[in-house]
């Protein structure tokens, strides 16, 4: 027999397009209407690409056809301009946070391309830019934390009487991460939608002290944490690090268009292990090709903020919590680079306000 709640649910195998969640659980779906054996569906979509509706309909219409005993199938769409974005042309319609006047997310669409090592990298380098500028980094990866191993913090933080956390400080940035909170024994065992909830309170209940900027290292992938981020967070703009390889320029991709979709500029590309420089003879080696990074940031019409070689002393640096941005410039040439990178970041989003 066809119901409304059979045919909800056939909706909610629908995915948003560019996205895992589900345009039910995504509250698109504002009403059903079964006429016999004709089935009416309400959606409202705020977006400006017309492929987002379009793929909709053909992936709803061919489900819900499928149906047994399914006549007429009619998507009647109401299809909204999205709020107009703030000054930096950064996310709209979501919170601000307290004391913070510039949010960036460093993003990946996969693991392994050192995302964490470049946001740790990235917040040092920020807080020795010309006024010292306050920098707070936020590890947003619930199921693998590592800022805390980067920066070399063991020790728990504290609350405030209104039950916020304080955040941890070292190396002159303030640091928050699941991690601190839990043993490094003890996995994160939680399914998406319980998984979501608790990033929303994590970013919401952290007393950050008057910051100039706050990096969010974000998990690796376009799934729902992530998407919950970008949409609970009024961010300024993201990086998105890769490295040369297709592989993960392809995912790169995944990750710029989950941006796009939700109205967050990308600043810039950031190619991490670009390649190899010999010690012994300082010959350079594209152990994963060359070249990526910048046909991407080209295909996207945003800058290549810089290419940071594999390097030992990083790991090290990482391991022992260090980051090597730590050191001078004019002594370690990837120091300098992400020197090269913060000062393009402050300058691009100081000329945007």
């Not at 299809?79 to 107009?84: A, L, T």
């Amino acid at each position: 027999m066809l119901t409304e709640d059979l045919v909800r649910a056939t909706l909610a195998t629908i995915k948003y397009p560019g996205f895992s969640r589900d345009i039910v659980s995504f509250g698109l779906v504002k009403g059903i209407a079964i006429d016999g054996a004709d089935v009416t569906v309400h959606i409202t979509l705020q977006t400006k690409d017309a492929a987002v509706p379009r793929q909709i309909h053909e992936d709803a219409t061919a489900a819900l056809g499928a149906l047994s005993g399914v006549g007429k199938v009619s998507l009647d769409f109401d299809i909204q301009d999205p709020p107009q974005a703030h000054a930096t042309g950064g996310s709209v319609g979501k919170s601000s946070i307290p004391g913070v006047k510039t949010v960036l997310a460093v993003a990946s669409g996969k693991g392994g391309v050192g995302k964490s090592t470049v946001a740790a990298n990235l917040a040092i380098a920020l807080s020795k830019l010309p006024g010292s500028p306050r920098i707070g980094l936020c590890d947003c990866d619930l199921y693998g934390p590592s800022i805390g191993l980067m920066f070399g913090v063991t020790e728990r933080p504290l609350a405030t009487e209104d039950n916020e956390i304080i955040p941890i400080r070292r190396h002159g940035i303030q640091l928050m991460s699941m991690g601190f909170l839990l043993d490094d024994s003890s996995p994160v065992v939680v399914r998406g939608p319980l998984a979501t909830r608790y990033i929303q309170q994590f970013l919401r209940q952290v007393a950050w002290e008057e910051l100039d900027y706050l990096v969010l290292d974000l998990p690796p992938g376009t799934g729902d944490i992530q998407l919950t981020i970008v949409q609970t967070v009024g961010l300024d703009g993201a990086v998105i690090v890769t490295t040369p390889q297709e592989m993960a320029l392809i995912d790169a991709r995944k990750a710029s268009s989950m941006f796009e979709k939700v109205n967050v500029r990308v600043l810039g590309i950031i190619e991490n292990m670009s390649y190899f420089l010999s010690p012994g003879d300082g010959k350079k080696y594209a152990i994963f090709g060359e070249g990526g990074g910048l046909r991407e940031a080209e295909r996207l019409g945003v800058p290549l903020l810089g290419q940071i070689p594999i390097d030992i002393p990083i790991r090290e640096a990482g391991d022992n919590g260090e980051p090597v941005a730590l050191q001078p410039g004019d002594s370690n040439a990837v120091s300098q680079v992400f020197t090269e990178i913060a000062t393009s970041l402050d300058s691009y989003l100081n000329l945007r306000k």
